[in-house]
């Protein structure tokens, strides 16, 4: 692919992008974050529990609060011991008044019992959008380019709900992802090492970085030709990323992206339609 052409596509691209960000956040994210809010923030203490029983653990709940969810426990299943504070209300609040967290007092723990999201069946929870279609062979190109940058890749449960890590000189996957969403989290890590792993890390927050790995994602997923839909859109916006971010990276973005595009052959087919 020449270099006026790669310059065509990646321009265009964070066109679109730019667009679909300043028309706010799309109704897959937004379910999805709703449904997120739902779930408990957990103390530092029933966290360390919850990952000393289950590792692999991504969304945990109650038993009758996955109902609400329209999902159940499934038979057999053994419940992930958590403290649980014992509350009553403070016999001086004022009925008239709206009840408040000052309203209440902790006088006691007991023991509860909640589940992962692995243990329950039921109605999906709203998932982020995913890259769909055929990457063929510029995910080996891919691959290789990464063995070429001496950048070690893994596989591992572990990451789990992540799709990917990038730890400099280190790049890890969540095994069971479609060929798609592989080359685009590999893409996003691979944007990671090349963009920070250098001076520029203490200098950016993590909206910056997550906007820059995952519009560069975009922009390589789109030239060739994967249905990309609004999974950077959404994934920007869960980072509170946004079109500003974005185009004060353009020119980062725009070199990366054309140097991935650049190396992983002349023969991509270029975006649909």
């Known amino acids: 692919m020449k270099n006026e052409k790669i310059k065509e596509i990646t321009s265009k691209a964070i066109e679109q992008l730019v667009a679909a960000l300043n028309e706010g956040r799309s109704e897959t994210l937004t379910a999805y974050l709703s449904a997120m809010a739902q779930f408990h923030r957990y103390s530092f203490r029933n966290v360390m529990l919850i990952a000393m029983q289950k590792p692999t653990a991504t969304h945990v709940a109650g038993f009758h609060a996955w109902h609400k969810f329209g ?21 001086t609040r004022d009925p008239q008044e709206p009840e408040t967290a000052d309203d209440c007092s902790v006088v006691a723990f007991r023991g509860a019992y909640v589940f992962d999201i692995s243990q329950t069946d039921g109605q999906p929870l709203p998932e982020i959008a995913s890259v769909q279609g055929d990457p063929s062979t510029s995910l080996e190109r891919l691959k290789a380019l990464i063995a070429d940058q001496s950048i070690t890749l893994e596989y591992a449960e ?3 709900p992540a799709r990917g890590t990038s730890a400099g000189g280190k790049i890890t996957l969540l095994p069971g992802q479609t060929t798609a969403e592989e080359f685009a989290t590999l893409v996003h890590e691979l944007a990671h090492e090349m963009l920070h792993r250098d001076e520029r890390r203490n200098s950016t927050s993590k909206s910056v970085r997550e906007t820059e790995a995952e519009a560069v994602s975009f ?55």
Do not use: M
């Not at 999902?71 to 016999?91: D, N, S």
């Not at 390589?220 to 004060?248: F, H, P």
């Open 158 to 160: 572990d990451i789990a």
């Open 219 to 273: 922009v390589v997923c789109n030239a060739i030709g994967l249905e990309t839909g609004t999974a950077a859109q959404d994934y920007i916006q869960l980072y509170e990323g946004d079109a500003k971010l974005l185009t004060e990276s353009l020119d980062r973005i725009q070199q990366t992206a054309s140097r991935i595009l650049s190396a992983i052959g002349p023969d991509q087919p270029g975006p649909p339609g």
């Open 71 to 91: 999902r159940f426990v499934k038979k057999g299943e053994k419940g992930i011991l958590i403290i649980a504070p014992i509350v009553r209300r403070k016999e």
